[in-house]
């Protein structure tokens, strides 16, 4: 049977405070298969508070 792999998908996203003017930025990275990481990378891009959405390959 075959394995399938895993991808790393890191995002950074963007948070401001309501009661400052203060943005500070913070990395995610979540594990999934080649589907899951196109589908997240490609909604998250959509979000107005992701800075950047990337994917690649885990290294076993």
Avoid: F, P, Q
Avoid at 12 to 35: F, M, P, Q, S, V
């Amino acid at each position: 049977m075959e394995t399938k792999k895993k991808y790393r998908i890191t995002y950074r996203i963007t948070y401001k405070y309501l009661d400052k003017n203060e943005i500070w930025a913070k990395d995610i990275t979540i594990i999934g298969t080649e589907e899951d990481a196109k589908d997240h990378v490609r909604n998250l891009k959509t979000n107005a508070y992701v800075i950047s959405a990337t994917y690649k390959e885990v290294e076993e």
